[in-house]
């Protein structure tokens, strides 16, 4: 148990946890911020994906340190979601990994008073020692409320900090507030309830609290709170990770028997007496010096929900998003491929050759670097994702959309992951977070690659210009591009299909119940959304980054071996033949690479012609070497043995090998193909692009017929929008659902639905004639 | 009594009306009251979503989505 464990090693340096708790939107981040500074420490509780906050308080003596907390937002201590569980438990301490607070500060919105005071003063009601941070005093002031903090402190019996967290105003109180509650020693266990009960309610907790207090691992936190939240909420004694004594649970199931017999409902009834005695605070503490007037808040909304101009205005903000994502990060996502390039052509030319420099370059520096590439893209996303976030738009996206997503059975909130893995998955899976119901979460996990990713776009390309006719389509649109939309439009239809079948099936649930608030509108803050973007980024590359490091160096070894010593020896010669033509004077094969490597050093324009002719045969030498240990690698082997699988998709063992090797990240696929058909050295610069576009033209099938037909370019796009290939989405859903059964099954059944729908485009195709 | 109730999605935007009982399920019920939506509570429906669902409701101050389908289930009474 937790708690005794946390009592046994009460050392003397122990810092000592306070935790932020309250509801969500009143502000708590920005007074986290505002108390830690910026080095706060970013995790996750154990087994679980809420994300854990915490930070050393500024100001404060070295020893005792003191440890904020962040715990997630709740509504109130009988959670509904996974977030406002790990706050319960965080707060009843039950979490072995976090240690037992020593004081909590329960942040309070002063404009939303009633509904924020149902949370605080069950918080309070615990018995630690408590400070309140009244927060948003300037908010509550332009809407006419006066709130008297003092007269709050005496009816809550609590210290209170009036505040206006996003200025800084009241944080040197608060701090003082923590310090001195941090210094009590004892708690105040026996704090009564603000609440009146109805007498037989008051008397079942009286004599539960009595049994509680009886445990010898009692927990120092009021026992007559612990027994109405046990009474009047199911989960808290279903919850596994509670674990109450039997006697403890049948004493509860008998006292709920008896109420309803009384004709209570005791799953309520302490809801409507809490909200009673919250109402009078309210009454006594509050003076409405103004009329309640429309607020900016509100008059916004007339227009951002509005039936039209909200559409409209919905609408054009998505676009622009999804505009920004591509057009903008493009060029320094070319600035950050190109820099990767010459990191790995300086590194080739500086180490010696060898297995490992190999590696190094193709494997690590290549494959790391084809991730790390797509950063300025997940930036770009998260500073919109987090503008509407703070903003206060996302809820009033997923008001508008919701009736949409709800046709499919999702959630309005859905849709910004699916959004944002059009830009990449990855963060499209992390944007889940905000899903409540761990079911649709789910769901959204298990459709978001379907969403066409920016790494397909370089396939998407390729095949199109391959194996598309140039036509105009009624005169006016260009077949490729309406391809290109119909390769979107699918992934869209099939991600929202899919969805409907997975909640009709697998993960069958109703339709998530959209209760959701509309907080009112605030400036963001930057530093807010920096810090929220450089979180986000450093998760992405360091998780991702691993894993695609250990999937690229096994990719690497399949491609590269086994080696064929009759192979090398043949390309060692070609080599060396080709750099005597021009230097007939190098003989043995170590001058014949200190040759190229003074030739690679030198100024390309000083070159002789003889020079340039000699490194340009080096270059077909290699590629052709290349191609030649691909074909009999261990990956060349797979797609000759897959070939039976794939045939009836129209594909043969080479295109085999560029599915296989896409199974990392797709756009590998463009690469791939230039080395097995020896498109010069494997680039993607637009003019290798249309070499390969012409090379790929040129191929025929053993019929004569081109291979790359119009059939095969379309059962080939098919494959590619459904198809999981990308390893790092694969880890981040393992990471993200704590297991490796979601992200196999998501792998298999978007590997079938590829094959089956590239097979009724092929076979259909060819069925209607086309070749 | 049940004939002199109405259901809160019956109400046209900017109606208000007194909350009288909600018929959900009961962890849903717990919620919506924990959110403040107990008996006795004025409820203000401000609007429809452009496309006619979820509605925005005004509670203790603030600002609450639900959709028809749970509003339908929430009974409330005439404002006098």
Known sequence: MSSSKAKGKKLENAPLFVALTGNPNCGKTTIFNGLTGLRAKIGNYAGVTVERKEGRMRGAAETPAITILDLPGTYSLGPKTLDERISRDALFQRLAEVPAPRAVVVVVDAANLQRNLYYATQVIELGYPTVLALNMMDVAEQN???????????LLETPVVPMVARSGKGLAELKEQILKATAQSQPATNRHFFCQLPAVVQTEVESLARLLAQRTDAPPFSPPAEALLLLSDDTALQDAEMGYPPEVVAAVREARQRLTSAGLDWATVAIESRYQAVAAIHQAAVTEVAEIQETFSDRLDRVVTHKFWGLAIFLGLMALVFQSIFVFASAPMDLISAGIDRLGEWVAHT???GAFTDLLVNGIIA???AVVMFLPQILLLFLFVSLLEDSGYMARAAFIMD?????????????????SSFACAIPGIMATRTIESPKDRLVTILIAPLMSCSARLPVYTVLIAACLPERRVLGIVQLSGLVMLGAYLTGVLAAL?????????????????????????????VTVIL???????????????TVILGINILLWFFASYPKNA???????????????????AVASPEAVEMKLAELARMDKTKLTPAATEALAQVALVETEHQAAVLRQSFAGRLGRLIEPVIEPLGFDWKIGIGILSSFAAREVFVSTMSVVYNVGQAGASDEE????????????????????????????????????QCASTVAVVKRETNSWKWPLFQWFYLGALAWLMSFLVYQGGRLLGFS | MADATLSLASLTGGLSAIIAEINTSSEDRSRLMELGLVPGTVVEVVRYAPMGDPLEIKVRGYLLTLRRHEAELIRVTPKV
């Open chain 1, 144 to 154: 006419g409320h006066q709130v008297d903090a003092l007269k709050l402190s005496e």
């Open chain 1, 351 to 353: 180490l010696p050759p």
């Open chain 1, 367 to 369: 494959g790391v670097g």
């Open chain 1, 403 to 419: 009736r949409l997503m709800s046709k499919v059975g999702l959630h309005g909130k859905s849709f910004i992951p699916m959004l």
């Open chain 1, 497 to 525: 299909g899919m969805a409907w079948v997975f909640k009709k099936t697998l993960l069958k649930a109703t339709t998530p119940l959209l209760i959701m608030e509309l907080p009112p509108y605030k400036r963001p803050l």
């Open chain 1, 531 to 545: 810090r929220h973007m450089w979180d986000r980024s450093k998760l992405f590359l360091t998780q991702a980054g």
């Open chain 1, 566 to 584: 009759a192979l090398e020896e043949q390309y060692q010669q070609a080599k060396a033949a080709a750099v005597r033509a021009a230097f007939p």
């Open chain 1, 689 to 724: 692009k249309t070499g390969l576009v012409k090379v790929l033209q040129q191929q025929k099938r053993p019929d004569g017929a081109p291979l790359y037909s119009t059939i095969t370019g379309l059962s080939l796009i098919v494959f590619y929008i459904f198809a999981l």
